[in-house]
């Protein structure tokens, strides 16, 4: 859930500039394996985040397109896993990040918004640095994330209705 604005760089209509922040929710889940060992243990966490999103991009009634950079606060709410002692690597990350919750993540995204004028699917595709760094690094997070939503234009639908009034 976010709120923000978005304001029409210099005069034109269509390029534009949006920016957000909200709350968010997640839910990652690994099982791990090798060509030995079947079972190398498996991985839950459910984390809650806080963000900030800058976007950049063009905009039509019907489709928006635009390049975004998100700054997320993640907090790991809960940390679930049963990876052996003999997978040190991976027991080791799941340690890091039970000793220290809470981090910094980066992301960066193509988004795109497609619809109607005050309703429309919001599709974002992008990369993450929550792996570059650090003993998580052995968790094999996929550095290839995406999100889908709905995004709603309130404030413009009502703004559109007062103003025929």
């Not at 679930?80 to 000793?99: G, R, T």
């Not at 760094?133 to 995406?146: T, Y």
């Amino acid at each position: 859930m976010a709120i923000g604005f978005y304001k029409p760089l210099k005069n034109t209509s269509f390029i534009v500039f949006e920016g957000y922040t909200g709350i968010g929710f997640g839910n990652t889940k690994e099982y791990y394996s090798t060509q030995v060992v079947t079972n190398y243990g498996s991985l839950q966490l459910l984390d809650s985040r806080m963000f900030i999103q800058g976007n950049c991009g063009v905009k039509w009634k019907y489709f928006e397109f635009a390049l975004s950079a998100k700054l997320n606060y993640v907090h790991y709410i809960q940390i679930k896993h049963d990876i052996p002692d003999y997978n040190s690597k991976k027991l080791d990350a799941v340690n890091s990040i039970i000793n220290k919750p809470s981090k910094l993540i980066g992301d960066f995204f193509c988004t795109t918004r497609m619809g109607w004028k005050y309703i429309k699917l919001h599709i974002q595709v992008g990369t993450n640095t929550s792996n570059q760094n650090g003993p998580e690094g052995f968790l094999d997070f996929n550095p290839l994330i995406g999100n889908m939503g709905l995004f709603i234009d309130l404030l413009n639908k009502i703004w559109d209705r007062f103003r025929k009034k």
